[in-house]
């Protein structure tokens, strides 16, 4: 079983920077994307940011420009370096992993939350 971890979050200011950490346990070679989510209070789950096995990005438009995803295959981790946070960033940070367990099916992974608040 793949187990993630994710780290970083806290309060801080509007306009304050956060950077969160999604710590895996599985494998790196075998591991097709990771994904940030995040859920507000009475919102909907979210897609934030994606990077894919070939080191591609995605974000979505209500933070482009201000998050950026990256990863240390070293470390085993991903990051989601916030900035210029805003009050509407606030909510619990996921991130999920996807392994192709074999070359017909894949499975996903998703980690404990962290708390994320932005204060006005």
């Known amino acids: 079983q793949v187990q993630l971890v994710e780290s970083g979050g806290g309060l801080v200011q509007a306009g304050g920077s956060l950077r969160l950490s999604c710590v895996s346990s599985?494998?790196?070679?075998?591991?097709?994307?990771t994904v940030w989510y995040r859920q507000g209070p009475g919102k909907q789950r979210e897609l934030v940011a994606t990077i894919t096995r070939g080191g591609s990005t995605n974000y979505a438009e209500s933070v482009k420009g201000r998050f950026t995803i990256s990863r240390d295959n070293t470390k085993n981790t991903v990051y989601l370096q916030m900035n210029s946070l805003k009050p509407d960033d606030t909510g619990v940070y996921y991130c999920?992993?996807?392994?192709?367990?074999?070359?017909?099916?894949?499975?996903?992974?998703w980690g404990q939350g962290t708390q994320v608040t932005v204060s006005s």
């Open positions: 599985g494998s790196i070679f075998n591991l097709n994307a």
């Open positions: 999920k992993a996807e392994y192709q367990i074999t070359p017909w099916a894949v499975r996903n992974y």
